[in-house]
């Protein structure tokens, strides 16, 4: 995973990272691990998520292994462009349920010479592209693909499995409604 980071950091100029995957591949964990790394070398930094996630906190961006950092909760990403005054480093979690709009506020980040990092689901339950993720690799300099551990088969998993029948594409949810599967192991739940 370090390889994808830049090892020769850019000098007074801001761009975006992404981390996406699948869930319980480490996303949030590695966007906490590189905020943290910022903020020992007492960088300034911001944290937002969405509105629709607050399964482990209203407050903090929650990883799987219980890690956690203080976070700003929104329900537009808009709103990052006037709550961030004085960032040197952005931190977004759960991209996937912001709207496009989240392409403009990253490219406005960085351009403003702010390190951008985000992180989130880049296929829904069907395996598909979940938008605005494939938006975000495009315009990133720096794209890291967290792969998880397919529950069945031990292979690398990429997809998110699903275990209920519902059709709808956001159900906000942990282990007991997902898990972890490689492309052969995956299926597409046949919907109620
Ligand atoms: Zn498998």
New binding site residues.
């Given amino acids: 995973m370090i390889d994808s980071v830049p090892h020769l950091m850019p000098k007074n100029t801001g761009w975006i990272e992404v981390i996406a995957g699948c869930m319980f591949s480490g996303k949030t964990e590695e966007l906490i691990r590189r905020l943290r790394r910022a903020q020992i070398a007492k960088q300034k930094v911001k944290i937002f998520k969405p509105k629709i996630d607050v399964r482990y906190s209203e407050s903090s961006i929650v990883s799987h292994n219980e890690q956690s950092l203080p976070s700003e909760t929104i329900d537009d990403i808009n709103e990052v462009l006037t709550h961030s005054k004085g960032a040197q480093v952005i931190g977004i979690d759960e991209a996937q349920f912001f709207s496009n709009d989240i392409i403009n506020v990253c490219n406005q980040l960085a351009n403003d010479g702010i390190r951008v990092i985000v992180a989130g689901l880049d296929q829904d339950y069907r395996g598909a592209p979940f938008e605005p993720m494939p938006q975000l690799l495009a315009i990133a300099e720096y794209i890291t693909k967290s792969l998880a551990i397919?529950?069945?088969?031990?292979?690398p998993?990429d997809k998110t499995q699903r275990k209920t029948t519902s059709a709808e594409r956001v159900i906000v949810g942990a282990a007991d409604i997902y898990e972890a599967?490689?492309?052969?192991?995956?299926y597409i739940p046949v919907e109620a």
């Fill in positions: 397919c529950v069945v088969c031990g292979n998993a599967r490689c492309r052969k192991c995956h």
